[in-house]
């Protein structure tokens, strides 16, 4: 029982306005995740009963984002900037949560003791103090390391899997792959979306689920997951790809929420209908709603400034919801409440994730963001 989560895509450098549009259905995307993962528990493992059955597609759409983005924010201050300059700037922007998000998963892993994890009794607290520290550093763990039978490679807090395909495409951009043309990038972007598609609808499961662990299906799954959609954003970033519209936040919300929220397609005699649906969400409709995103910088509005705030909190959200979702799994699958039971829970877990989110945001990401560029940042253009 596991899924996906929302990766940061906020890298715009400074004289450059944010796609306001853009932050916005991050955020859309962030509640979503964090709605599936609610939703998750329920399923006791059989993806045909999940509600929210495409969540995990979401972080599909973070990729997107974030390669659109980065090519946004750096793809003109290559003169002036150099490989170690862009990464120290992806570690400031991204590390102080994924520290964060370690602490908060270590103070909780004591209260996530249940059947549904098999592995979680017997680990002493120097181990779990151990596998804290390594996740700092994104070192990947071995299924023999996981602590509780999930076979992660951040089993202190799971969707940091999706942090380190995140570094993997941002380092190939840095080191090279940002020199490609755009018909190379496109040669590229059109290999990758064959891969994508051959993963959902040949394989096993007949969708994308996957990417979190240490083995060579883990890694075929993270890396086909974050190629396609990241460097698909650079193109797009370079070739101008955008629709101007009128309501175009409105109207790209509502494309990703259904996209996310519509039940498994073709049964468990047909797996391969849904790795269709879910290829042609990754391939044709997530990029469709970036282009209306990225139809206007500057727009305003009661909507878009509740979104703002909520795209604000999507990396905050994503990093730190998680260990709360531990422990609600762990009561689901103990307790087995009812319907009502479990939806007044799931509210007040998912009001507790968001205020945990914007505390986070408020008083140790930003300030320490801020601390981390006075100090390892040189100003470029």
């Not at 090519?71 to 490989?83: F, H």
């Amino acid at each position: 029982m596991k899924s996906d989560a929302a990766t940061s895509t906020d890298a715009i450098g400074p004289g450059k306005n944010h796609y306001v549009i853009l932050d916005g259905l991050r955020g859309v995307a962030a509640l979503m995740v964090v709605i599936f993962h609610l939703f998750e528990p329920f399923s006791f493992g059989d993806p045909q009963r999940q509600i929210v059955n495409h969540g995990y597609l979401a972080v599909d759409f973070f990729f997107l984002l974030s390669g659109f983005v980065i090519a946004y924010a750096y793809d003109d201050r290559w003169g002036d900037m150099s490989v170690g300059d862009f990464i120290r700037r992806r570690i400031v922007r991204l590390h102080p949560m994924v520290v964060l998000g370690g602490v908060f998963g270590a103070l909780l892993f004591a209260f996530q003791t249940s059947s549904a994890f098999p592995k979680i009794e017997g680990n002493s607290a120097g181990y779990v103090i151990a596998v804290m520290l390594l996740g700092f550093t994104m070192i990947p763990l071995p299924k023999s390391a996981d602590l509780r039978g999930w076979d992660e490679i951040y089993p202190l807090n799971g969707p940091q899997w999706s942090l380190f395909y995140e570094y993997v495409a941002n380092i190939l951009y840095a080191i090279g792959l940002r020199r490609l043309s755009n018909r190379a990038m496109a040669t590229l972007v059109a290999a990758a979306a064959l891969a994508l598609l051959h993963l959902a609808v040949f394989g096993p499961r007949g969708d994308l689920i996957g990417g979190w662990a240490l083995d060579f299906n883990g890694i075929r799954i993270g890396l086909s997951r974050v190629i396609f959609p990241f460097f698909a954003g650079v193109l797009m970033k370079r070739l101008g790809a955008r629709i101007r519209i009128r309501h175009a936040f409105a109207i790209g919300s509502l494309l990703l929420v259904a996209a996310l929220s519509l039940p498994r397609f073709g049964g468990p005699d047909h797996l391969w209908l849904n790795g269709i649906y879910e290829a042609g969400c990754v391939i044709l409709v997530f990029p469709l709603i970036v282009a209306l995103g990225a139809g206007q910088k500057t727009v305003d509005g009661a909507s878009v400034r509740v979104a703002r705030f909520f795209g604000d909190l999507s990396f905050p959200l994503y990093i730190t919801h998680f260990p709360l979702i531990y422990i609600y799994t762990a009561w689901v699958t103990d307790a087995r409440p009812g319907a009502a039971e479990g939806t007044l829970v799931g509210v007040a877990l998912l009001f507790t994730a968001v205020t945990i989110a914007y505390v986070s945001l408020r008083f140790y990401d930003a300030p320490a963001r801020a601390w981390l560029a006075s100090r390892l940042l040189r100003r470029t253009r």
